[in-house]
């Protein structure tokens, strides 16, 4: 029996189609992800971290943390939630994890670099340059960093002391247990500038992120985000979710 030939044209069409349908699904996936998260009005007073959801975030909307870079969800999971208080900004956590460990022994440590660690990327605003990277340990240890612009920073002009030199004045608190550990945060409006929550419909930016380290530090951490980056980068703000007030 002959072979049948396949016309080039009906190739070329068949690519085309797959590529669409490629696009269509990246398009409303990343649509997905970047939906609008709304910040609810939160009650004062530390949340009761024995519970998987504390009650003080049952309005919150769960985000998870994915690998959007690579269209993959990361082998431990990860959920965040996020709202705004009197006080600050505050964003409880819970992760799925297996080796559980940091090294860190004190406060302004480089965490990222030492362990397990959830960073909250917060930048007040597309029309200010700045933005506040804070960092909290399963064994409760804080490292905040006030960047006053991203391409000072990689350029040099902001150094690390510059960086580090301002507190943000965050409150926060961890629990670990068997495969699992969660964190509370709340940064304060005053490390924005602020004396009170931002004016009903403001839009801010934010992302939750991971470093998730099992076999130790010398091992390549799993890194996942609630933002839905398109590279491996934490600090590219442009893919990072908006939070309305």
């Not at 409760?140 to 000072?152: K, Q, T, Y």
């Not at 040099?156 to 926060?172: C, L, M, N, Q, V």
Request: charged share 20%; proline share 7%; aromatic share 10%.
């Amino acid at each position: 029996m002959p072979t049948r030939l396949i016309p080039v044209g009906c190739l070329m069409l068949a690519v085309l189609i797959s590529c669409a349908k490629k696009d269509i699904v990246e398009r409303d996936r990343k649509a997905e992800a970047m939906a609008e998260v709304t910040s609810p009005r939160l009650s004062e007073g530390p949340a009761d971290l024995t519970t998987d959801v504390p009650s003080k975030y049952a309005a919150c909307a769960p985000l998870p943390l994915r690998q959007s870079w690579s269209e993959t969800m990361p082998k431990e999971s990860g959920v965040a939630r996020i709202g705004a208080t009197a006080a600050g900004l505050s964003v409880h956590v819970r992760f799925e994890d297996s080796d559980i460990f940091s090294t860190a022994t004190a406060n302004q440590q480089r965490m990222w670099t030492l362990g397990d660690v959830v960073e909250v990327f917060v930048k007040p605003g597309l029309d200010r340059s700045d933005y506040w990277e804070v960092h909290v340990t399963p064994n409760n240890f804080l490292m905040d960093l006030h960047i006053p612009s991203r391409a000072g920073m990689q350029s040099g002009e902001h150094t690390w002391e510059d960086i580090i030199t301002p507190e943000s004045g965050t409150t926060y608190q961890t629990r670990v247990v068997d495969g699992s550990w969660s964190a509370e945060l709340t940064i304060p409006w005053a490390a924005f500038g602020l004396t009170e929550p931002p004016a009903s419909g403001t839009a801010w930016q934010f992302a939750v992120c991971r470093y998730n380290y099992n076999g130790g530090v010398e091992e390549d951490p799993e890194l996942s985000s609630t933002a839905p980056l398109t590279r491996r980068s934490y600090h590219y703000y442009e893919d990072y979710m908006d939070l309305k007030f």
